[in-house]
């Protein structure tokens, strides 16, 4: 039964980009010492996700550059991918992006987030492709935050182009006299959290999801089944490594390769 074992590293804010990398560096020698195949970390962990306000410095191509040398070491050293929420530089331009890295410290490329949310159209540039990825046994696609959220088109394209497990950094603080969640996908909740299980029903896939850990956030770190059904998640604001098994035979993608397009191709996502 081909299986894969991933970790989620639900951390803390970090108090400066250094700090960030240091987080980073020994979340993969946690998850590789739990026995995972491939480790995920929060929407911009390195340096820090700024978007709303937080106090992070101005990004730099060198730093960026020297943080991901110094994270594709420590992830050789440990022999477990890493899906690193992170930012970079494309054209003078600053992205949100995910950088894929595999057990050997080899980068394997980039997903960007293609769909930003309003609040981040002053700092950033979106992307304009969807990848997918391939480490052992198990193929992947990334979606960042509000993509995964807002537009379902996002997953289903990663699905139809082979993936089995679609993670999904985000970053969900707490907001003032918001709802303060104990279980997951409550009903008092904001729609987030049962997006991830539908997300994953819809496409008949695994999908991971991603925050920081906050008290208070409305969000937290889960997995859900290809059938809809939560598999595993975080407690909410609790830091700490969320290790789950996946069966890879559970990811038919059924539904997702059922979609009958009309024959003037009206439906198929625009972006490659």
């Known amino acids: 039964m081909p299986t894969a074992r991933i970790a989620l590293a639900n951390l803390s804010f970090p108090e400066s980009p250094d700090a960030a990398v240091a987080a980073t560096v020994a979340a ?10 491939l480790v995920c970390f ?3 962990f390195v340096p820090g996700y700024r978007a709303l306000g937080a106090p992070v410095p101005p990004a730099a191509p060198g730093w960026l550059e020297a943080a991901h040398a110094e994270i594709a070491a420590a992830a050789a050293s440990a022999g477990i991918a890493v899906a690193l929420g992170t930012e970079r530089f494309v054209d003078g331009a600053l992205r949100i ?6 057990p050997d410290g080899e980068r ?12 981040e159209d002053h700092l950033y540039v979106p ?12 193929t992947f696609g990334v979606v960042i935050c509000h993509e995964g959220w807002r537009y ?7 699905v139809l182009r082979g993936a089995q497990l679609v993670i999904h950094p985000h970053y969900s603080p707490a907001e003032p006299d918001g ?7 409550e009903s008092g909740n904001s729609f987030h959290e049962a997006a ?3 997300r994953a029903a819809e496409n008949t896939c695994w999908f991971a999801t991603i925050n920081f850990a906050a008290d208070g956030a409305p969000t937290t770190s889960a997995v859900a089944r290809p059938d809809g059904v939560l598999h595993a998640f975080q407690p909410h604001g609790t830091e700490g490594l969320l290790v789950a098994e996946l069966d890879l035979e559970l990811a038919t993608r059924e539904l997702a390769l059922r979609l009958r397009e009309p024959a003037d191709g009206s439906l198929v996502p625009r972006l490659q």
Do not use: M
Not at 152 to 158: F, Y
Not at 179 to 184: A, D, K, L, V
């Open 152 to 158: 379902p088109e996002t997953v289903r394209r990663a």
């Open 179 to 185: 709802f303060q969640p104990r279980g997951y996908a």
């Open 196 to 198: 991830v299980l539908c």
């Open 127 to 138: 992307g304009a492709h969807r990848e997918v990825f391939t480490v052992g046994n198990l």
């Open 28 to 37: 993969i020698a946690a998850a590789a010492a739990a026995g995972a195949d």
């Open 42 to 44: 929060p929407e911009c």
């Open 108 to 119: 394997l490329g980039w997903q960007d987030k293609v769909q930003l949310d309003p609040s």
């Open 97 to 102: 992006t995910v950088l894929v890295i595999g």
